[in-house]
């Protein structure tokens, strides 16, 4: 096995930004994406978001693109969750992600940025540039 320190920091968002991320199902989509991801090799050290959005920090392997990884990670969790939920609601990811690269000492305030998502989001205290998935 190759030696690697590549964390990044993901977000990505449901269609339009629809708030389709219910908290029931919150722990259920969040299991998948970690499965998934775990999957690929990847060791995600942060998952959360809020109804609209994902945020993860995670350290992906350099055998697989950053578009693949994440490609597949959004696919399975969309198709999961529509296979066991398709009846109550159409769960779909808009195209598209945003990926930031950190290094060694910016990863525990990422963590703890994303650990804190939905207070971040309740008192407006966001960092804009890890809320976008856009230029």
């Not at 809020?50 to 198709?79: C, D, E, W, Y």
Request: proline fraction near 2%.
């Amino acid at each position: 096995m190759s030696l690697y320190q590549l964390m990044y920091h993901f977000v990505w968002t449901t269609k339009e930004r629809e708030r389709m991320i219910e908290p029931k199902y919150e722990d259920e989509l969040y299991d998948t994406i970690r499965t998934k991801a775990a999957g690929l090799g990847a060791l995600v050290y942060a998952l959360n978001g809020t109804r609209g959005h994902v945020h993860m920090v995670a350290s992906v392997p350099p055998r697989i693109s950053l578009s693949n990884f994440i490609g597949q990670v959004k696919g399975v969790a969309s198709a999961l969750f529509n296979a066991a939920h398709g009846d109550e609601l159409s769960f779909r990811w808009q195209s598209g992600y945003g990926v930031f690269s950190l290094g060694k000492e910016d990863l525990k305030r990422c963590i703890r940025y994303v650990e804190g998502q939905k207070r971040h989001h309740e008192t407006g205290s966001t960092i804009a540039l890890f809320e976008r998935t856009q230029e």
